[in-house]
């Protein structure tokens, strides 16, 4: 990687509007997770599901936010609404926010080799839908999120909140890069081939990132740990900074690296160029 000069960026705001819930919108904290909890709650018995209803894998992954649960084949964000009650058997979050925060319908199952804060269950809602329920309280998506990874329905209201996962040794791991072939050529791209950039406005082995707010919203920064790809020579050496609240951000000769959530799969590089600050990191063939 060449040391790019400083650069004006144009930082990209992500406006989500706030919906308003139904009933209990207006209710604080009540039913935060507990680990270690392994109580079923009955309430949430509900009949085994039709066996032509696939299970859909629930995995994990590190954002900004930290490790949190995510669920079906797009790798959306899920969450719990804390005006819902713990064990109650049912969802304050129907109309107009069950439409800004849609169940996750059952079934499915827990990662491999991840503990869950509490055990599985489900719910059937008004209607019939059966919806999966975590530690006893009803889990969500947001219609707000359209990326993999992104989490920004988190801290809604002060009432939403996304499912941390703790850290175990296998889910700290290092995740191996590698190298994606784009239209501008082989770039450098996560284990899950997510083109990855580094920022101009950055400023070499600072220690520090100049992408916050936002900006970190637009441009996820890239979570430790990671290893070089195998029998690839990056373009420097692989790193660690600390970001504000503590997140650990992978950094490549000097430079914090990021995603951006305008690419929506492996291999696209839609980010590359954008105010003339944001730019790929190319692989020597």
Not at 20 to 36: E, K, L, R
Not at 104 to 110: E, T
């Amino acid at each position: 990687m060449r040391n790019p000069g400083w650069a004006g960026a144009a930082l990209i705001a992500v406006a989500l509007a706030v919906t308003a819930c139904g009933t209990g919108s207006g209710s604080s904290a009540g039913g935060a997770y507990g680990y270690g909890t392994q109580t079923t709650q009955a309430t949430q018995a509900a009949p085994a599901s039709p066996s032509s209803v696939s299970t859909v894998a629930l995995k994990t992954e590190t954002t900004r936010a930290g490790t949190v649960l995510l669920a079906d084949n797009h790798g959306l964000t899920l969450y719990y609404y804390s005006a819902d009650k713990r064990g109650s058997g049912k969802s304050v979050c129907t109309g107009g926010c069950a439409t800004a925060w849609p169940p996750l319908a059952a079934p499915v199952k827990a990662p491999a080799g991840v503990r869950l804060p509490g055990p599985l269950g489900i719910i059937t809602r008004p209607g019939g839908l059966r919806q999966v329920t975590i530690n006893g309280l009803p889990i969500y998506l947001y219609a707000g999120d359209k990326a993999p990874g992104q989490e920004t329905g988190n801290g809604m209201a002060g009432s939403w909140h996304v499912i941390k996962i703790r850290a175990t040794t296998a889910a700290g791991r290092a995740a191996a890069l590698k190298v994606s072939h784009t239209r501008v050529g082989p770039v450098l791209a996560s284990s899950r081939g997510r083109t990855l950039y580094y920022y101009s406005a950055d400023k070499r082995h600072s220690g520090k990132s100049a992408c916050t707010g936002t900006c970190a919203t637009a441009w996820p920064p890239l979570a430790a740990p990671v290893k070089a790809p195998a029998g690839v020579r990056l373009p420097g050496k692989l790193g660690v900074i600390t970001r504000p609240g503590g997140f650990r951000q992978v950094t490549l000769n000097g430079y914090p690296l990021y995603f951006y959530i305008g690419d929506k799969t492996a291999g696209q590089v839609t980010g590359n160029g954008i105010g003339r600050a944001w730019h790929v990191i190319k692989i020597k063939a």
